[in-house]
């Protein structure tokens, strides 16, 4: 169990490149099972989940070489249709390639996922919508099997707009007969990217990134050369450690677009914004005047829930109170209780904080508690003059490739221990 060690007040400066989305490459990735022909997906990061995402599909009997951020996947031969447990276990989103092998073969097999520390995490809606395109759904000792001799393009209502839920049924109806209409869509970016890979390979998908998606199976699909979306959730990351460190730094190969409203909710509490093309320029002054803020999440082009712990270890530095409303996992806000170790006054239930930004802080010994939470303490750590010391360093090292060396680019004092 490795840490970080973070010794704050020091402003950043210089530039940092964003990598590739972490949440567009690994249903990418599982969507690659789809095609007999091989696929290159670029910009890929070099992270722990894609790693996994790696072994799960190495252990269907795909062929995946992977150079840097390039992966080749061949995946003419699938000799498995189960996940292996531990794998599954170790990483929810193994879940995407539920759709694919079912669309593939036939079958698809997984162990119970189970919940992790944000929420239950159900995959009801995946279900539903398998069901929909005519497979059985069998919830056997062993976990959950998904049967289907044809699937049949048909019409989906979500109850919800789950990203994954939408990946993964994109997915099963890229080989289905006929058209798919699945309403209540998620709209995320990475919902989109996704699509633009199965049309490269062959899939067209139309309405992606509004709430109705309709894709119409194709028996057969091609190959394709993908690059990776630059990954909005780092992008946020990086620009609320400017926020909270104080510094001017240049985000470069970015989407400004995919943050709506975190741009304007940064401008409005003194940092100062500059959306040039694919980069983003931050000036964050050392302290800010008061303000009290209200933020609610929710499904994309809302407040992703993504960045919500990371936007609140910003506001611990601005002197106000302000209510942050976590509307859509149901148990995100661990990281309140790390904060509180820091000096932070919050209160908290959860899915509700009021948090009394602009109080003392200081360097203590806290616990990342997921990935987002984790990197979250490390923004925190970063506006705060003592040594604050991230436990669990590995779980934060599941999303971001070489977060502290990026952040010493920077001018920031943090080692990995
Ligand atoms: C994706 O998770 C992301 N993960 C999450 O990012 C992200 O927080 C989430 O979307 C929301 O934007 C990947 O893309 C790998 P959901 P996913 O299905 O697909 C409920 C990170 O930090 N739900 O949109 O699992 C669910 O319980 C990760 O990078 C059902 O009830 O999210 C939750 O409350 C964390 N039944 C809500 O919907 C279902 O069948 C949103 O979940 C599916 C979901």
């Given at each position: ?32 099972l789809l095609s007999k022909r091989p696929v290159i997906v670029r910009d890929v990061p070099e992270i722990r989940d894609v790693s996994v995402m790696v072994e799960v599909l190495r252990a269907l009997g795909v062929k995946v070489e992977r150079e840097g951020s ?214 964050a002054a050392h302290a800010y005047a008061p303000h009290s803020v209200t933020v609610n999440t929710g499904p994309y082009p809302g407040f992703a829930t993504d960045i919500q712990a990371q936007f609140m270890a910003f506001l611990l530095k601005v002197p106000g ?97």
């Open positions: 169990m490795g840490e970080f060690v973070v010794r704050g007040g020091r402003r950043l400066a210089g530039a940092v490149r964003i990598n590739g989305a972490k949440n567009a490459a690994l249903p990418i990735m599982a969507a690659s390039t992966v080749v996947i061949d995946a003419a031969l699938i000799k498995e249709c189960r996940v292996p447990d531990a794998l599954m276990q170790e990483m929810r989103a193994s879940v995407f390639v539920m759709g694919p092998l079912l669309a593939r073969l036939g079958r698809t097999e997984i162990v119970h996922p189970g919940g992790c520390a944000i929420g239950d995490r159900p995959i009801d809606l995946h279900l539903k919508g398998f069901e929909a395109l005519g497979a059985e759904v069998r919830d056997e000792l062993q976990g959950t099997v998904v049967l289907a001799n044809r699937l049949v393009g048909a019409e989906i209502h979500l109850a919800f707009p789950s990203v994954g839920a939408t990946e993964n049924l994109i997915m099963a109806a890229a080989l289905a007969e006929g058209e798919t209409r699945i309403r209540n869509a998620a709209m995320e970016p990475e919902v989109v990217d996704l699509a633009q890979f199965l049309s490269r390979m062959g899939v067209t998908v139309r309405g992606a990134g509004t709430p109705e998606i309709r894709v119409v199976g194709c028996p057969e699909l091609g190959a394709a050369d993908h690059t990776v979306i630059p990954d909005r959730i780092e992008t946020a990351t990086f620009a609320l450690a400017v926020a909270s460190a104080g510094g001017a730094v240049r985000l470069l190969n970015c989407v400004p677009d995919h943050l709506p409203g975190l741009w304007q909710q940064l401008r409005d509490l003194g940092v100062e914004v500059k959306c040039e093309g694919d980069q983003v320029a931050i000036t109170i302000h209510l942050v409303s976590e509307r859509v996992f149901e148990n995100r806000l661990g990281h309140v209780t790390e904060f509180r170790r820091l000096g932070a006054h919050i209160i908290a239930d959860q899915r509700l904080a009021v948090v009394y930004g602009g109080q003392h802080l200081y360097g203590a010994s806290v616990s990342a508690k997921d990935l987002r939470a984790g990197a979250a303490l490390v923004v925190a750590g970063l506006q705060i003059e003592g040594s604050t010391r991230i436990a669990h360093r590995e779980i934060i090292e599941r999303g971001y490739h070489d977060l502290d060396g990026r952040l010493r680019s920077l001018g920031a004092d943090i080692i990995s221990a």
